[in-house]
């Protein structure tokens, strides 16, 4: 209706609400382009344009063109109008040219997005600290690899609590992956600075086999409610202290996923690219934190019944599953009946003597 509106009366107003619905696979994106270009950017309608006009070409992987027409839009234009500021920043990180780019725009001081994260100083004053804004967080949770992550983590302009969930996060995707060389080298790393959890990873790199390694990392996910295979969107949790404190159900570990077709990065190489999609679809086919648990636990002690690790692990799949989302699963009752079964007199049946 807009398109044939705009068609019908050439005016500006049309002309937006035409952008706006438009794609860059639609087929009258062309005509679009050229209609917004006629509009001046001083024009109540023209930054907006302007905007939808990066956006489009952007889709249409036009991405010179669509870096050219977003250079054109002046910074301080859009900085008092929050919408536009948000789009221009994130059109900014979806064009950026290279991993140290991206980081430059990522890591600019955003504390407005989230003024109750910054820091009090020893003279009562707040740091505004340079942090992930909500926009390049998204961005970092779509296919990227996990070793792509760890490298992402030794940028020293990256803050140290970014750092630490960035190594986590690959951490975990690692241990879902079965990638032992990514989780013995981020093992070494985390041991240096997380106590919480030093004697697990100093455990896990103390075994000799990669199955042994491979379910200790596991076991020490189970462990962690602050751990995901996301890095998590809301910032306080990056200056929470402590990876053992439970939060909200849909904060603790991560719910079901799905499938993204590719990273929306035109930067990476080919190999990286189908890489990350690759390792994307493993984790989303393992499933949510409560059902990838329970198969975990599940199956080491069915192949191990006299590993005194074995109802660790059961009940740490079970307890998940009452403070997870996806909690009523087959398989977290499936842990449940076999903890009570084999493990029954153990002290960790005994904490979790209800299912539910």
Known sequence: MALARWKQSHLAPWLVAAMLKARGDSPEVGALLVAAARVPLSAPQGLTLAL????????????????ERLAAVPLEQVRARPTSNKFVHAERLLLATS???????????????APWTRPTLADGRM???????????SLLN???????????SSD????????????????VRAAILGDDETLQALATMLAESEPTARSELRAMLGRTTVEERMFEARLLV????????????????????????????????????????ATPFSFVSEEERVTAVSEWQRIVEAGSAVVYFSKVALAWAKEHPKDPRSPI?????????????????????????????HYGKSTWAQQVPYVY
């Open 52 to 67: 939808h006009s990066v956006r489009l070409l952007r889709e249409q992987r036009l991405l010179d063109a669509a870096r």
């Open 99 to 113: 991993w140290e780019a991206f980081l430059g725009i990522a890591l600019e001081r955003v504390a407005e997005e």
């Open 127 to 137: 740091e505004q600290p340079a942090a992930f804004s909500y926009a390049a967080l």
């Open 142 to 152: 779509t296919p990227i690899t996990a070793r792509r992550l760890v490298a992402l």
């Open 156 to 171: 020293e302009r990256v803050p140290p609590a970014h750092r630490q969930q960035l190594r986590w996060t690959a951490f």
């Open 222 to 261: 189970m462990g962690l409610p602050v751990l995901s295979v996301t890095l998590v969107t809301d910032p306080r949790r990056i200056w929470h202290p402590g990876l053992t404190t439970f939060t909200s159900g849909k904060d603790n570990w991560w719910c079901t996923l799905y499938p993204v077709q």
């Open 313 to 341: 692990a059961l009940y740490r799949a079970v307890r998940a599953s009452k403070r997870v989302c996806n909690q009523n699963t087959p398989e977290a009752m499936a842990a449940f009946r076999h903890l009570h079964r």
